[in-house]
């Protein structure tokens, strides 16, 4: 495939819908009203903690009320290429896709290490776990949080080593794998500031094999359409680029963004999951956080229409998301992720955010702030960042 410049993505801004009345052409945003549901709580007692997923101001993903709808399908793969998984997590237990090629009897192999080239997935930078438990922590288990799919099956590609960086050939290898593999959705919690033909090339082959690749805008409270990062910058139709909010409904301070470029915003800031350390759990914050929002809203939808196409989806949860005055004008649906709404119900809204459950334990508390720019030296990642791939054929830290 030749090579493509790495030219900003055009624009990509929610369109109207054009409506014939009465002999003539209408313009029309305007959707029929959805259900209303009273919302479903789970009984994990750290649920509470879980901002993103529900609270009583309503700047939440509304993930209650999405669960009147569904709760996901076990015959939805959603592929994590990040830093691995804890494995012995009980988050997780019975949530795993098998790699039957790479299965030894007795040790079942849950994807493929592409850093080291063999099957182990476990986490040794913790960045991974923490994503994998916003997108699929058990329910209703009796301990810890939930997922927004809790019943999708999570193919653990590791793509990040334990310092959380990586190479563009590493990545684009393991989204070749998803793809090839069944996946329906990737979560791509990392960025790189140089062009990548292979990476191009590999996100390009998942749209044609119908995957949604959902990734970071970065950490660099940047605006991307001129600083362009990748994958999010990529012109390809099955790209879904998240940016974070915080509690109070603003563009977190750290957070990158971009007209044409960032799509939707999720929660990002103090986001409590799954986490590989002795705790099992930590608060972090990033873009990286907000991703794995959108990859579970996204899974929720292919599990309920296995048929759309990638570009379908996308346009679909782009559509649902709930503007906010804070995000007009600096991502292309100037709105907030919504689970509901995405499958075909209403929000709540504040006077329905009411949850009382147990009281919450303590846990690690890990906060990344604004990140500078791309050094020519590597520097080590900050706690919840973005992974940052350096070059092509080069080690790669996260910066």
């Not at 939440?60 to 009147?68: I, T």
């Not at 290490?113 to 997108?135: E, K, L, P, R």
């Not at 794998?177 to 998942?206: E, I, K, P």
């Not at 292919?302 to 379908?312: E, K, V």
Request: with cysteine.
């Amino acid at each position: 495939m030749r090579y493509r410049p790495a030219a900003r993505r055009v624009r990509r801004e929610v369109r109207p819908v054009l409506e014939r009345l009465d002999g003539r052409l209408v313009l029309s945003t305007v959707v029929a009203p959805l259900p209303r549901v009273a919302p479903s709580y789970p009984t994990d007692p750290q649920f509470g903690r879980q901002w993103g997923l529900n609270n009583r101001a309503d700047l939440d993903v509304n993930a209650p009320e999405a669960w009147r709808a569904t709760t996901g399908s076990a015959s939805t793969i959603v592929a994590i290429l990040d830093s691995g998984i804890d494995l012995k997590s009980p988050e997780f237990k019975g949530r795993l896709w098998v790699n039957a090629a790479a299965s030894k009897r007795g040790r079942p192999a849950h994807g493929w290490n592409f850093v080291a080239n063999t099957s182990d997935v476990q986490d040794d930078y913790g960045h991974g776990t923490h994503v994998a438990g916003v997108i699929g922590a058990a329910a209703n288990d009796g301990q810890g949080i939930v997922g927004i799919d809790r019943n999708a099956r999570l193919m653990i590609l590791k793509v990040l080593d334990a310092r959380g960086g990586g190479t563009p050939e590493a990545a684009a290898a393991a989204l070749i794998f998803a793809a090839d593999n069944g996946a329906r959705v990737v979560n791509a919690s990392w960025a790189t500031d140089v062009y990548s033909q292979a990476l191009y090339d590999a996100v390009a082959y998942a749209d044609a094999k119908g995957v949604v690749i959902v990734t970071a805008a970065g950490n660099e409270a940047a605006d991307v359409d001129s600083r362009p990062v990748y994958p999010a910058a990529f012109d390809l139709p099955n790209v879904l680029v998240a940016t974070a909010i915080d509690p109070s409904g603003n563009l977190a301070d750290f957070a990158s963004y971009g007209a044409t470029t960032v799509d939707v915003a999720a929660p990002g800031v103090d986001v409590y999951s799954t986490f590989a350390s002795r705790s099992r759990y930590a608060t972090l914050s990033g873009t990286s956080m907000a991703a794995p929002f959108v990859t579970g809203v996204v899974s929720l939808v292919a599990g309920l229409h296995p048929d759309w196409s990638a570009s379908r989806i996308v346009e679909h949860v782009k559509a649902t998301a709930r503007p906010l005055p804070g995000l007009a004008g600096i991502t292309t649906t100037g709105g907030l992720v919504d689970a509901a709404r995405a499958v075909g119900v209403a929000g709540s809204g504040p006077d329905g955010d009411v949850y009382e459950g147990p009281p919450a334990s303590g846990s690690r508390r890990i906060i990344a702030r604004g990140l500078p720019p791309a050094r020519p030296r590597p520097r080590p990642l900050r706690a919840a960042a973005v992974a940052g791939f350096r070059s092509a054929g080069t080690r790669a830290v996260a910066c």
